[in-house]
């Protein structure tokens, strides 16, 4: 049996740079049934649940900065929890009512890699995370691991997540490259000259860092790069369902 076609969205909201009155109209055009979120703050977060409430009854926020995560949804959520499996940067673990199945959605967004000697690596701790997350989604199938990951698709961590099981979404039915990466200039200090002539302003994306991992039975259809939010990231969108 094939159950209903649902559309999932990650989106890295840029810890408050998404601003409401730009973010709130993305997501409703969007029409995603399932969306988690990244980096959302305070505001962002009160936003989403007053302007959102009815087309998604059922959520759970957990708002705080580069830490701060979310799941909207459409369907029941049945249980929610942070996974501690960081010091800086919790994820989220959100058990899902899919039309009958019991769907584990996942949150994640592990800290970036270092410069090292060898080039960029993740430290032990965040790399552990990775591995945790991607154990997780495995062993509670059907499951989604969506987010900001910080490492780029031909890299050899890509590779450690495929090797478990997982499948990119993107891989099995992207429409193009999936560019996500930057949008905008960030607000760092060291950039300050490049800042004051571009921040703000829109760029072309490099980089495919968000994803949208899943596990069998699930399967994708379409994989595609959402609407500007006024982040420094795209949201990453993806048509799947359970076949059985």
Same mark, same amino acid.
């Given at each position: 049996m094939i159950l209903k076609p649902f559309t999932v969205m990650t989106c890295n909201v840029g810890n408050n740079r998404a601003k409401p009155e730009k973010l709130i109209p993305v997501v409703q055009e969007s029409e995603a049934d399932l969306i988690g979120f990244q980096e959302l703050s305070?505001?962002?977060?009160?936003?989403?649940? /007053?302007?959102?409430?009815?087309?998604?009854?059922?959520?759970a926020l957990f708002p705080g900065g580069f830490a701060g995560k979310a799941v909207l949804s459409r369907y029941p959520i049945i249980q929610s929890e942070q996974l501690e499996l /960081?010091?800086?940067?919790? *994820?989220?673990?959100?058990?899902? *009512?899919?039309?009958? /199945?019991?769907?584990s959605f996942i949150?994640?967004?592990?800290?970036?890699?270092?410069?090292?000697?060898?080039?960029?690596? $993740? *430290?032990? &701790?965040?790399?552990? &995370?990775?591995?945790?997350?991607?154990?997780?989604?495995?062993?509670? +199938?059907?499951a989604i691991l969506l987010g900001d990951f910080n490492l780029a698709d031909w890299w050899g961590e890509h590779a450690y997540l495929r090797s478990t099981g997982l499948k990119d979404a993107y891989q099995e039915a992207g429409i193009d490259?999936?560019?996500?990466? +930057?949008?905008?200039?960030?607000?760092?200090?060291r950039m300050l000259a490049l800042n004051r002539m571009l921040r703000g302003l829109p760029l072309l994306p490099v980089l495919r860092v968000d994803y949208i991992w $899943?596990?069998?039975p699930l399967v994708c259809t379409q994989a595609w790069v959402?609407? *500007?939010?006024g982040s420094d990231h795209l949201p990453v969108m993806a048509k799947l369902h359970i076949e059985e």
């Open positions: 305070h505001e962002q977060a009160a936003a989403l649940e /007053s302007e959102l409430g009815i087309a998604y009854p059922y959520k /960081s010091t800086v940067r919790p *994820d989220m673990l959100v058990k899902i *009512d899919l039309a009958g /199945s019991l769907l949150v994640a967004h592990p800290p970036p890699p270092r410069p090292h000697w060898r080039g960029l690596k $993740f *430290d032990r &701790q965040t790399w552990e &995370q990775i591995i945790s997350l991607a154990n997780i989604a495995v062993e509670q +199938p059907p490259r999936g560019h996500t990466l +930057p949008t905008r200039i960030g607000p760092w200090k $899943f596990t069998e959402g609407k *500007d939010t």
